[in-house]
């Protein structure tokens, strides 16, 4: 009987071994280094001293609220064409053909390459000025607007856009096409306009897809160090890639700042987790 | 009328999610493609060459990432697996919070915590090393694994299994014969989603692996930093490629493996 209560701990033990041991040591390092214990780079004692330099930083601040900014336009976006294309999925006429499968390209396609597409399309000498130019529209290559290492951040939020979408429309079709279509038609022949039945009727229902979708793809965005790097501007640059800036600074005596940094990431991640599992819990499931 | 409209949009919604991929196939044979031509002026192979040329190294770095990756992937799968059952079959205390937990590399920013593990690693003498970098992108398939895992489990439900045991099947017999056929469509799901996000795995693999441990994703960034479009149109176009033929030979494995002697299994 006792045996019996244990087993799904046992079966559970070696995934919570394993996470719990690089979650904690990576937390409990970055935590411990923030505070100044350091005793490879001379620093010993605890101090708040760090994470006050960082918050007073400008600069901090200023990618503080890039980071939010970035992360949240690109994930309310993708999930709101998820809906979109979704629902476009679900109407189709024929379901399982060729759209069903190229749609979800971008997924096996990593941000790196994501990147790079979104380079060539938008850079100053990408398609798009090219096309512009070829229809008269555009008078020389530097006319096109910065849309890459842009402050306002629109290739960063494009490259999460073009990844982000297919993985939100996923989510949202695998619920969609197993609901009942009565229920929007029912919504309809009691009077309900198209939008009302939608917006009363179908979009609850999604919450499940919608909500997660919405927490990943910001929490991905947000913490990614390799799209902001690569495409995104100098100043600010994204939180990830400031810290990254400290950590690998020659001074060992910058490192705690890169900590401080990280540690902002996680107390940020850790919001998100309880948001999520509040949302699991009102939901069931 | 309508239908048509709705397949218009969504046919054009798929294309400009496409059409940069045949920018970039187009970038991948183009020599030269001065501004502002809208088609290269001139064609090569030179990346191409430099791909697949032994000289330059590239193939044996191709192949240790599909080895490393391969290996996240299969751990993942073994690992989730029996997590991914007492989460969908077994009711016990606090069950919601270890979902939570389990779940929650997903959400942690992996740059925040990537530099904890690797100041660990190097006391422990895991940085710089294969099973390093293979742990550490344990951390962020496992949660894959698992979600993807339990949603199966939770969909086929106990009830075959508890039959075959009835007739007469023990456990492990059933795990071979019942079990492990039924879930392989989501096994082939788990060990897919696994292998690609390790193989796309470009910090982590940086950091833990110290430039030691030299993926193919390590390879194509620079190209993509520098610049170089036609370099890392190839070495892009390359990496989808492995992770098509990779994709489809682990269903076919999965497959053949399912068909042998499984008539209930359609």
């Keep these: 009987m006792n045996g019996e209560r244990l087993r799904p701990y046992v079966m559970l033990a070696p995934v919570l071994l394993v996470e719990a041991w690089l979650i904690f040591t990576g937390i409990h390092t970055a935590f411990e280094q923030s505070l100044g214990h350091f005793p490879a780079a001379g620093l010993s004692g605890y101090s708040l001293k760090f994470y006050i330099a960082v918050l007073k930083n400008p600069d901090f601040l200023k990618s503080l609220v890039f980071s939010f900014y970035v992360a949240f336009v690109s994930s309310a976006l993708a999930v709101i064409l998820g809906i979109f294309l979704?629902?476009?999925?679900?109407?189709?006429?024929?379901?399982?053909?060729?759209?069903?499968?190229?749609?979800?390209?971008?997924?096996?396609?990593?941000?790196?390459?994501?990147?790079?597409?979104?380079?060539?399309?938008?850079?100053?000498?990408?398609?798009?000025?090219?096309?512009?130019?070829?229809?008269?529209?555009?008078?020389?290559?530097?006319?096109?607007?910065?849309?890459?290492?842009?402050r306002a951040g629109i290739g960063v939020i494009l490259t999460y856009l073009w990844k982000g979408t297919p993985f939100a429309t996923f989510m949202v079709y695998t619920i969609l096409k197993n609901t009942n279509p009565g229920l929007f038609e029912a919504a309809l022949s009691l009077g309900a306009g198209r939008w009302e039945a939608f917006y009363y009727v179908v979009l609850p229902l999604l919450k499940p897809a919608v909500i997660p979708s919405f927490l990943f793809l910001f929490a991905y965005a947000f913490g990614s160090w390799e799209v902001p790097y690569l495409i995104g501007p100098t100043h600010p640059r994204a939180l990830p890639v400031l810290a990254y800036t400290y950590y690998v600074s020659p001074e060992l005596s910058a490192r705690p700042y890169a900590m401080a940094v990280n540690m902002v990431m996680v107390a940020v991640s850790f919001i998100l987790i309880y948001i999520y599992s509040r949302q699991m819990a009102r939901a069931g499931w | 009328m309508e239908r048509r409209f709705v397949n218009l949009l969504l046919h054009a919604a798929i294309g400009v999610m496409i059409f940069p991929m045949a920018v970039l196939v187009l970038w991948a044979f183009a020599r030269e493609w001065p501004w502002p031509h809208l088609f290269p002026t001139g064609f090569s192979v030179r990346g191409w060459v430099h791909l697949l040329n032994p000289c330059t190294g590239v193939l044996p770095v191709l192949l240790y990432s599909v080895l490393l990756s391969s290996v996240v992937a299969f751990l993942t799968v073994i690992f989730s697996l029996p997590a991914a059952r007492a989460l969908a079959f077994h009711e016990f205390r606090g069950k919601r919070a270890i979902e939570i937990f389990v779940l929650s590399p997903m959400v942690i920013p992996t740059t925040a915590i990537a530099m904890g593990i690797h100041v660990n690693f190097i006391r422990i003498g895991l940085a710089d090393t294969f099973w390093g970098v293979v742990l550490a992108h344990l951390l962020l398939c496992l949660p894959y694994g698992i979600k993807i895992l339990t949603g199966v489990f939770e969909a086929l439900g106990d009830r075959i299994e508890q039959q075959a045991r009835v007739l007469g099947a023990g456990w492990l017999e059933t795990y071979i014969y019942v079990t492990l056929p039924l879930i392989s469509?989501?096994?082939?799901?788990?060990?897919?989603?696994?292998?690609?996000?390790?193989?796309?795995?470009y910090f982590l693999t940086f950091l833990i692996g110290g430039g030691r441990v030299v993926t193919f994703s390590m390879l194509l960034f620079p190209f993509i930093q520098g610049g170089d479009r036609h370099l890392s149109a190839v070495f892009s176009l390359a990496f989808i490629g492995t992770v098509l033929i990779w994709v489809f030979a682990l269903e076919a494995l999965v497959k053949r493996w399912v068909k042998k002697g499984q008539y209930f299994y359609t």
């Design chain 1, 86 to 150: 979704a629902v476009l999925l679900v109407h189709s006429p024929r379901k399982e053909n060729l759209s069903n499968y190229l749609y979800r390209l971008p997924i096996i396609v990593p941000h790196t390459i994501a990147v790079l597409l979104v380079l060539s399309i938008l850079s100053s000498s990408g398609i798009l000025p090219r096309l512009l130019y070829a229809l008269g529209l555009l008078s020389a290559e530097n006319a096109f607007p910065g849309m890459v290492f842009d």
């Design chain 2, 185 to 201: 469509p989501g096994l082939v799901t788990a060990g897919i989603m696994a292998f690609v996000v390790s193989f796309s795995q």
